[in-house]
């Protein structure tokens, strides 16, 4: 635990002269009147000056946030001239190359939206870069949480909310880069369709309910603008709102360090800091999407022309998100079970393991994976308290390995989708890295658990050294026998407190297997599960030095430091960097 | 020192109450900005800042100007090689968004009051007096309601609720017909022309040389009914499309290995496979002349055409279905019959109704 | 402004005016008369030096080629029986034309892929060279640019022209070539070629003959008009300008991933450590702030 501090520091404002009452204004009278009638002034009593931590990483869950607000208002837009019908007719628009092309209406009115709306095609196009930011945001925001321990209590529902978010994300942007109708989005309906149809018993049928009839039928596409205007959008938004009604309920999380508690949430007031911050990032993000719009080209339809079962194009991918299930199935070898094929009774079946297992099995138990990842943890380590300061990555070795085997794995998944392309631009092979990754997302995992956790501890040990030893000044000593050393100075106190503010962790042990009686404890085996676990996560961290250490180490260094008292005040006698401040580089004559 | 023992006094030590290292020395003292004690630094900060909102107006005009000035549709502007419109309407909005998101978070960063702030948090518990209150409320709640007192009328309500939740599975009915056995059935009849795709004209084996590829279809997909209407138009042309595209290929009739029953499918080193691969359905043409394999784009599985479309590489886990050919009276290829299996992705009951089906 | 040029596209629905067919008409006749003139006497002097040109390709054969090829064009196995050159009889003039026009023959070493190099050999010996093989056996002629052009078409057959070209385009060649003819990857480390940016000459004698492990479209069941409008429609697309920025090679969604990372989000992190980022400190303190740190 953190010592308290002095809360008569805590303040409400941060005028540092009192509010004088003034006469009523116009805004005034507004304001009265909407708080007489909606209670205004209670609800946002606590709201206003609602403190927020500043930090970068904080911010990572806002580009999601204004990605999907930049979604809403460009996808508004392309509604008003998209038509989700399957529909033929013959294109007569302005592009030349498929003038007299027969299509679907809902491939025409893309072409409309590019070719004949002024800001069409800029629209369109910034709607899509705002999809591909807004899954990578939430990506990159996930992984920012998980990484600092921001899941724990109390906010593992909104971790669930958070991956939620984020599957409902990839289910979106996948309806929207289908609606088009050209010959890419069609050959991943096509896909899609082989994928429901490879689902046991029921498979078929969902197919021919899906697409009305057989593949690809008249009306997906008008089913697909539905779930993705209306149905995926709107759970979208509730969840959203939940998510950000979590995060003020539970207030944010917070880095260690100087003045900064458990019990308290140190940073800039909602209005006006955070509210311009916040605001201003919002432009940026919409700033930033425009410019992707206007100056990269984005899924050019034109191109691909529309879908037709008989064509296809070399570099059929999906957007990146869904590149990795891609990767799974493209790195699958051919299983598949042809099971009461013999003569008997019973009708011959077909299972599909190749397709089966990357796409519909593999993403489902990533998701709970992914879901579970905070209650594992939690369960693991017995902690039931809350946590509002955030752990360094090095300070959760285990966890920090976990996540980024996770990442090492999704990413040779997405690799394993893009190997044509690779093949392509490093003149290599596909099969071979198809067999590569056949092997990699095993071994690489694997290895890039052990590689970080152990980076972790060592990370650990150099925080251990520079507290007991000081920080290393990059200054020589050489001492009268001869012997050079490297000279430490002790670190300032703000920097020293950072990092000795963190729990020491607590390894799980069975207390005993058996009770007084001799007779075996209930569920003893699965405390031990959870004992060798909690082993794993904890026994090889380095833990902070104790107050006692502390002092002997510093004891120790004393009288290091009196030997080398001549060397103070001289311009490299290392204090430049620790913030003393006795004088800096800049300010030293040369001599 | 083994494991254990370290163990063992790492739990000690962290269960017995240690005192931290380092007592919190609490906020640190605030440092100023530049712009907080030199008004001279003040007044650039604000003039930088007005300056960028004042660029997201001229930003602004760009972009109406360029609404108008721009062409598209059919005397499409280009600047660069770039379309000039998406171009010019793209980097004026995006300059002024940007900009005016530089200016507010300028403002905050330079000029705002940035003396931090410490709020306390509070337990995310409700304190006990209010859950014992939420519990009797519930209990009474319950009390009043007689629902333990009832349990007919509780038990049917459930019943009904649980009911009432079917009749939205079952109107999703009729989302879409039963399969039945379309699914093993194509354009394909027996005596029907190969046509070339997009051209739909006839193939005799002479037209093709030695490596030849030919994307295929039925030629009923461009034959007309009685009164001039084609016979597949729309989603039928689509459907039928998407079962029953072909790719024929020709090759030295020594290079093929027949498969069994299947050495009177081919005519002068002509073989037709179905286009649409055995693993999720992408149409696959991606073929190599000398090894006479063929690659899906999507997947990568690959085909052996000369034995039979055998799978060679990939996650496909079936060979490309076959269509036996023959020739007409005129010597133009034609189908000997429809595929003798279903094409396409596998399915569950894919093995069992071909006998009944077909 | 001097960047900017209206192009003037699409002339066949919206902007015709009277006097346009009859000017199309006179450029048209203009055009087949100067092709013609240019042509004819090419093809007169062709006849007599036939036989000189066929010898001249055989020498050049014999250094060239024959180490792989054979001595006349029969091809060689290497012990393994594994195919060290194809025989070249019967592969016509317009596989030696684009084989060694492009760069493509001869090659550093026998392999399934060819990459293509500097043209190793002057327009007259390719010509010499494809006379040589040409006169094995019968087979495909280099095809003149009547073959592969639309001249004399009026703007309507054109567009007809291109629009078609496109479909076959779809049908048969982005399989391997990709949509935007940007080239794909095929099995063990081969890979289809670009073909934005190639001769019309070369595409057409591609489909014609089916280099290296191109299976070939032959004249009967893709006929020449068809491949006429295939090249007709990649020069279209060549025309046009990139409408929505950008095209980042026309490899698709890779590209376009990699984009929306390290173009999008790095941006965007970068912002956001800026914002987050303490702006610049001093130690020097105005009295009247001194004075409000200490209450």
């Known amino acids: 635990m953190s010592g308290r501090i002095d809360t008569s520091k805590v303040a409400t404002s941060n005028k540092t002269s009192a509010a004088t009452a003034t006469k009523p204004s116009k805004v005034g009278a507004a304001a009265n009147w909407a708080d007489e009638r909606l209670g205004l002034a209670s609800a946002m009593k606590k709201q206003v000056r609602k403190v927020f931590p500043d930090h970068w990483s904080f911010m990572l869950g806002e580009i999601a946030l204004w990605s999907f607000v930049i979604l809403l208002l460009t996808g508004v837009f392309l509604t008003l001239w998209f038509n989700p019908s399957m529909g033929e007719i013959e294109y007569q628009g302005s592009y030349d190359e498929l003038r007299g092309v027969h299509m679907s209406e809902a491939f025409a009115s893309t072409m409309h939206i590019s070719f004949d709306v002024r800001g069409g095609l800029l629209m369109r196009q910034m709607h899509h870069w705002a999809a591909m930011l807004f899954i990578a945001a939430m990506f990159v925001h996930l992984m920012r949480v998980y990484f600092t321990g921001a899941f724990r209590k109390p906010r593992e529902l909104n971790w669930v909310v958070g991956c939620l978010l984020l599957i409902l994300g990839m289910l979106e942007g996948f309806t929207g880069y289908s609606l088009p109708d050209d010959l890419l989005s069609g050959t991943g309906i096509r896909a899609a369709d082989g994928f429901i149809k490879s689902q046991p018993v029921i498979g078929t049928y969902m197919s021919f309910f899906l697409f009305d009839g057989e593949f690809p039928g008249e009306a997906i596409i008008p089913r697909l603008y539905a779930v993705h205007i209306l149905l995926i959008p709107g759970i979208l938004l509730a969840l959203v709102g939940l998510h950000m009604v979590l995060l003020v309920y539970h207030k944010h999380t917070q880095w260690p360090g100087p003045g900064k508690t458990e019990q308290n949430v140190v940073g800039y007031p909602l209005l006006p800091i955070y509210a311009a911050k916040a605001g201003g990032f919002f432009f940026i993000v919409f700033g930033v999407t425009a410019l992707m719009g206007a100056l990269v080209s984005i899924n050019p339809i034109w191109k691909y022309g529309p879908y037709d079962p008989s064509k296809v194009t070399a570099g059929s991918q999906p957007d990146w998100y869904m590149g990795w299930p891609d990767g799974a199935l493209r790195i699958m070898p051919g299983w598949e079970s042809h099971l009461f094929t013999g003569p008997g009774g019973l009708p011959a079946v077909t299972i599909p393991w190749n397709v089966l297992i990357p796409i519909i099995i593999l993403p489902v138990v990533m998701l709970q994976v992914l879901i579970a990842l905070p209650f594992i943890e939690s369960w693991i380590t017995g902690d039931k308290r809350e946590h509002h300061l955030l752990q360094r990555p090095r300070n959760a070795p285990f966890r920090t390995a976990t996540m980024v085997s996770l990442m090492t794995f999704i990413g040779l998944l997405w690799m394993a989708g893009g190997n044509d392309i690779i093949a392509i631009l490093f003149d290599l092979s596909i099969n071979q890295i198809t067999y590569f990754n056949r092997a990699a997302v095993f071994v690489g995992p694997a290895i890039a658990f052990a590689i970080t956790y152990r980076w972790c501890i060592s990370l650990q040990r150099h925080d251990e050294q520079k507290l007991l030893h000081g920080y290393e000044t990059g200054v020589i000593m050489r001492s009268p026998e001869g012997g050079y050393s490297e000279k430490h100075l002790p670190l300032p106190e703000a920097q020293a407190y950072t990092l000795t503010a963190r729990e020491r962790d607590e390894v799980y042990s069975v207390e005993s297997e058996t009770d007084a009686n001799g007779v075996v404890a209930p569920g003893s085996r699965v405390q031990k599960v959870r004992a060798r676990l909690s082993a794993a996560m904890y026994a090889n961290n380095i833990q902070k030095p104790t107050k006692e250490q502390l002092e002997e180490a510093h004891h120790h260094a004393e009288h290091e430091h009196e030997l080398q008292a001549p060397m103070e005040g001289h311009p490299a006698d290392g204090h430049q960097f620790d913030g003393h401040r006795f004088h800096t580089v800049e300010d030293e004559q040369l001599r | ?358 | 402004m001097r960047l900017l040029n209206r192009t003037a596209r699409r002339v066949s629905r919206h902007r015709r005016s009277r006097l346009a067919g009859f000017v199309l008409m006179l450029f048209a006749l203009l055009a087949t008369g100067t092709v013609y003139s240019a042509l004819s006497p090419a093809q007169a002097e062709q006849a007599t030096s036939d036989a000189e040109l066929v010898a001249k390709g055989r020498d050049l054969f014999l250094v060239g080629c024959s180490y792989c090829h054979g001595q006349n064009g029969e091809g060689q196995r290497d012990q393994n029986g594994q195919n060290f050159g194809p025989p070249l009889v019967g592969v016509g003039a317009a596989a030696v034309d684009f084989q060694v026009g492009t760069g493509r023959m001869p090659m550093a070493q026998p392999g399934q892929q060819a990459p293509q190099k500097e043209v190793a050999y002057s327009d007259e010996e390719v010509a010499a060279l494809a006379a040589y093989v040409a006169s094995l056996g019968v087979g495909p002629a280099i095809p003149s640019s009547a073959q592969y052009s639309l001249e004399g078409m009026t703007d309507e057959e054109k567009q007809e022209a291109i629009v078609r070209g496109g479909q076959i385009f779809l049908a048969n060649c982005t399989a391997c070539h990709n949509f935007e003819g940007s080239g794909g990857a095929m099995p063990r480390g081969g890979h289809a070629p670009k073909i934005r940016g190639v001769e019309p000459k070369y595409i057409y004698e591609a489909m014609l003959t089916g280099p290296q492990q191109m299976p070939t479209f032959s004249e009967g069941t893709m006929t020449p008009e068809a491949k006429r409008d295939v090249i007709a429609y990649l020069n279209s697309i060549d025309e046009n300008p990139s409408y929505g920025g950008f095209g980042l090679g026309g490899y698709g969604p890779v590209a376009e991933g990699m984009v929306a990372w390290l173009g999008g989000i790095g941006a965007l992190v970068g912002f956001a450590v800026w914002i987050a980022a303490h702006t610049t400190r001093t130690t020097r303190k105005t009295k009247a702030a001194a004075g409000e740190d200490q209450a």
Request: aromatic share 6%.
């Open chain 2, 1 to 358: 020192m083994s494991d254990d023992t370290t163990l063992e006094k790492r739990h000690d030590a962290a269960s017995a109450v240690v005192e931290e290292p380092i007592a919190n020395p609490g906020l640190p003292a605030h440092v100023y900005r530049p712009t907080d004690i030199d008004p001279a630094a003040e007044k650039r900060a604000e003039r930088q800042i007005a300056g960028l909102f004042v660029f997201a107006m001229l930003c602004v005009v760009g972009f109406a100007v360029s609404y108008f000035v721009f062409d598209i549709a059919d005397n499409h502007d280009t600047v660069g090689g770039l379309g000039a419109s998406t171009l010019a309407l793209g980097l004026t909005l995006g300059g002024a968004l940007l900009a005016i998101g530089i200016g507010m978070i300028q403002w905050a960063r330079k000029l705002m009051n940035d003396h931090e702030i410490v709020e306390m948090r509070h337990p995310g518990r409700s304190s006990d007096e209010d859950r014992e209150k939420v519990v009797a409320d519930v209990l009474q709640g319950a009390e009043d309601s007689g629902i333990a007192r009832r349990p007919l009328i509780r038990n049917t309500l459930l019943g009904a609720l649980g009911l009432v939740g079917i009749t939205p599975v079952l109107a999703l009915r009729d989302l879409g017909p039963l399969p039945g056995d379309s699914l093993y059935h194509t354009p394909w009849t027996e005596g029907m022309r190969v046509a070339v795709d997009v051209l739909g004209t006839p193939i005799r084996p002479a037209d093709m040389e030695i490596g030849s590829l030919v994307n295929g279809q039925p030629m009923s997909l461009y034959e007309e009914n009685e009164e001039g209407e084609p016979l597949y138009e729309g989603v039928d042309l689509q459907v039928a499309k998407s079962k029953g595209s072909v790719i024929l290929v020709k090759m030295e009739p020594g290079d093929i290995i027949h498969g069994k029953g299947r050495d009177n499918w081919t005519v002068d080193g002509v073989l037709c496979y179905s286009k649409i691969c055995t693993h999720v359905g992408c149409p696959i043409s991606l073929y190599e002349r000398t090894t006479h394999h063929v690659l899906c784009p999507c997947h990568q599985s690959t085909f052996d055409l000369a034995d039979s479309a055998k799978v060679v590489f990939g996650p496909a886990a079936r060979p490309l279905p076959q269509l036996p050919l023959a020739l007409d009276d005129e010597g133009y290829l034609i189908a000997q019959s429809d595929f003798i299996e279903a094409v396409g992705p596998s399915f569950w009951e894919r093995d069992t109704l071909p006998e009944d089906g077909s």
